[in-house]
Nanobody, 115 residues
């Protein structure tokens, strides 16, 4: 059973930065589709950033140039560096991993950006 635990959320002013971390119970972040989703109140959950099974990063347009997804060499840590944060980035952020066609989610971490 894969477990994902996020940390690093919080309250920050617009223009500030946060770094989200996701710790996995096993070495799963290599060779699998992994990413960060977010869900704002009243909105659908959306995929913000991902790394394909081939290691290619991808971002939604609204965060390109501001967010960076990465993972550690042991493939147990997944990160999301968020710079130049905007109030519209406020949401619960979830770590996600797809392992052998099974989807795993973290519990979520709240990010609040004040104007």
């Amino acid at each position: 059973q894969v477990q994902l635990v996020e940390s690093g959320g919080g309250l920050v002013q617009a223009g500030g930065s946060l770094r989200l971390s996701c710790a996995a119970s096993g070495s799963i972040f290599g060779g699998n589709f992994v990413g960060w989703y977010r869900q704002a109140p009243g909105k659908q959950r959306e995929l913000v950033a991902s790394i394909s099974s081939a290691g290619r990063p991808n971002y939604i347009d609204s965060v390109k140039g501001r967010f960076t997804i990465s993972k550690d060499n042991a493939n147990v840590g997944l990160y999301l560096q968020m710079n130049s944060l905007k109030p519209e980035d406020t949401a619960v952020y979830y770590c996600y991993a797809e392992v052998r066609r099974v989807a795993y989610w973290g519990q979520g971490t709240q990010v609040t950006v004040s104007s």
